[in-house]
C-alpha cells in the first residue's frame, strides 16, 4: 500500500519569506498523482497544486510551487512571499493513476508570522 | 452551485447511540469518499463508492456501514458509537477514479461521543 510521510508536524516563516514543506511517499507504481491540500482554520479542504508524476515539469501555481523529485519519491511544496491568510494544515497526497482513493500524509501545521 | 454538502456539521452523542451522516453532491460525480480526521493522524478513508449501489472498504472501516441507493447521496452509519469515534468526518467527491479528477470536499462534521 502506498504511504505518504509528512517529517515536519510544524512549521513557521516570516511574513514575505519563503518556506519548503516536505513530503515523501512510498510507491512501486510508475504513473501517479500528487497534490498539496490547505486547511485554513474554516476546516475546508482547498486544492493547492497538482503534480503529475510522467511530468517532468514542476507544476507551479501563483506562489506555490512544487520540486518534484521521482526517484527520491520526494515532492515538497515552496510557498514564496508568504502571507498571513496561508497560515494553515497543509497536507501532501497520493492518488494511484488507477481507480484509488486519495491517500493523505499527516500533514504539517504552518504558522505565518506578522 | 452547493457541490458537497454534509449533513449535519456538528453533532453530540453518548456511546452506544446510532446516527447517520449524510452527504450529497449535485456535480454527478460517480465517486464518493468518507474520510475521518483526527489530529496528527491526517485523513483516513473510511469508505467508499465508485457508483450508484457500490461500496468499498478504506483504512478504517470497523464500526461504520455506508450505502449509495442514489448517486448524488453517501451515507455513513454508526450503529453503536463509541468515544473511539470521536471526530471530524469529511465526505468528498470525485468525477472519476483517476488523478485527473480532483476531489471536491464538504465542511466536515464534527462529532463528539461522550
Known amino acids: 500500500a502506498q504511504t505518504v510521510t509528512q517529517s515536519q508536524p510544524e512549521m513557521s516563516v516570516q511574513e514575505a519569506e519563503t518556506v519548503t514543506l516536505s513530503c515523501t511517499y512510498d510507491t512501486s507504481e510508475s504513473d501517479y498523482y500528487l497534490f498539496w491540500y490547505k486547511q485554513p482554520p474554516s476546516r475546508q479542504m482547498i486544492l493547492v497544486i497538482r503534480?503529475?508524476?510522467?511530468?517532468?515539469q514542476n507544476a507551479t501555481e501563483n506562489r506555490f510551487s512544487v520540486n518534484f523529485q521521482k526517484a527520491a519519491k520526494s515532492f515538497s511544496l515552496k510557498i514564496s512571499d508568504s502571507q498571513l491568510g496561508d497560515a494553515a494544515m497543509y497536507f501532501c497526497a497520493y492518488r494511484s493513476a488507477l481507480n484509488a482513493p486519495l491517500v493523505f500524509g499527516k500533514g504539517t501545521r504552518l504558522s505565518v508570522i506578522a | 452551485n452547493a457541490g458537497v454538502t454534509q449533513t449535519p456539521k456538528f453533532r453530540v452523542l453518548k456511546t452506544g447511540q446510532s446516527m447517520t451522516l449524510l452527504c450529497a453532491q449535485d456535480m454527478n460525480h460517480e465517486y464518493m469518499y468518507w474520510y475521518r480526521q483526527d489530529p496528527g493522524m491526517g485523513l483516513r478513508l473510511i469508505h467508499y463508492s465508485v457508483g450508484e449501489g457500490t461500496t468499498a472498504k478504506g483504512e478504517v472501516p470497523d464500526g461504520y456501514n455506508v450505502s449509495r441507493l442514489k448517486k448524488q447521496n453517501f451515507l455513513l452509519g454508526l450503529e453503536s458509537a463509541a468515544p473511539s469515534q470521536t471526530s471530524v468526518y469529511f465526505c468528498?467527491?470525485?468525477?472519476?477514479?483517476?488523478?485527473?479528477?480532483?476531489?471536491?470536499f464538504g465542511n466536515g462534521t464534527r462529532l463528539t461521543v461522550t
Open positions: 503534480q503529475e508524476a510522467y511530468k517532468q
Open positions: 468528498a467527491s470525485s468525477y472519476s477514479g483517476t488523478g485527473r479528477s480532483p476531489l471536491h
